[in-house]
T-cell receptor
Framework: EAEVAQSPRYKITEKSQAVAFWCDPISGHATLYWYRQILGQGPELLVQFQDESVVDDSQLPKDRFSAERLKGVDSTLKIQPAELGDSAMYLC?????????????FGPGTRLTVT | LAKTTQPISMDSYEGQEVNITCSHNNIATNDYITWYQQFPSQGPRFIIQGYKTKVTNEVASLFIPADRKSSTLSLPRVSLSDTAVYYCLVGPGWGANNLFFGTGTRLTVIP
């Protein structure tokens, strides 16, 4: 069964450093999501791509976060500079289309710790 | 997007049927109801989806009354491995963005 791949699985970085996460969605999935999940809370959408275009980044802190999906396949989420409050699980998901009727498939996540 | 309300936590003994209710009073005509399950240190996983009445799959059943202002996820004969957080999502079936997961319901199955 095809899966969403994410790397790294764990990342520890110091405050003010740059950090990047990578996601490879399921082949053929046009929609890609990046979520942030703080311990004890549900996933919060940061950015949503349809192919290579951003369709929703309203919750992305654009002063420090950036995301790209240049060829409409894999994607990178970057934080620069990292802050203590960025410690969280970063989840990537993909789906065949946009809307709740399309099942989202989630990757294993990247757990970020900022010290 | 329709706002949803679900219990923060529930406990159940192994072998019992568990029903988790989600309230969505302002659900729109074109909204669907979807439930996801999340185990610790994993991403959420789709469980079931419905629009009205009853939907059943190999994992769970989803009951939706005629007014669609609430829905109930039913897990038959739970086991310890069903301990997880369950999220109720409500939104348009197609073309909509920004699905809202909320805090979910933390189910603990007790031996």
């Amino acid at each position: 069964e095809a899966e969403v791949a994410q790397s790294p699985r764990y990342k520890i970085t110091e405050k003010s450093q740059a950090v990047a996460f990578w996601c490879d969605p399921i082949s053929g999935h046009a929609t890609l999501y990046w979520y942030r999940q703080i311990l004890g809370q549900g996933p919060e959408l940061l950015v949503q791509f349809q192919d290579e275009s951003v369709v929703d980044d309203s919750q992305l802190p654009k002063d420090r976060f950036s995301a790209e999906r240049l060829k409409g396949v894999d994607s990178t989420l970057k934080i620069q500079p990292a802050e203590l409050g960025d410690s969280a699980m970063y989840l990537c998901a993909s789906s065949r289309g946009t809307g709740i009727s399309y099942e989202q498939y989630f990757g294993p996540g990247t757990r970020l710790t900022v010290t | 997007l329709a706002k949803t309300t679900q219990p923060i936590s529930m406990d159940s003994y192994e072998g019992q049927e568990v029903n988790i209710t989600c309230s969505h009073n302002n659900i729109a005509t074109n909204d669907y109801i979807t439930w996801y399950q999340q185990f610790p240190s994993q991403g959420p996983r789709f469980i079931i989806q419905g629009y009205k009445t009853k939907v059943t799959n190999e994992v769970a059943s989803l009951f939706i009354p005629a007014d669609r202002k609430s829905s109930t996820l039913s897990l038959p004969r739970v086991s310890l491995s069903d301990t997880a957080v369950y999220y109720c999502l409500v939104g348009p079936g197609w073309g909509a963005n920004n699905l809202f997961f909320g805090t979910g319901t933390r189910l603990t199955v007790i031996p």
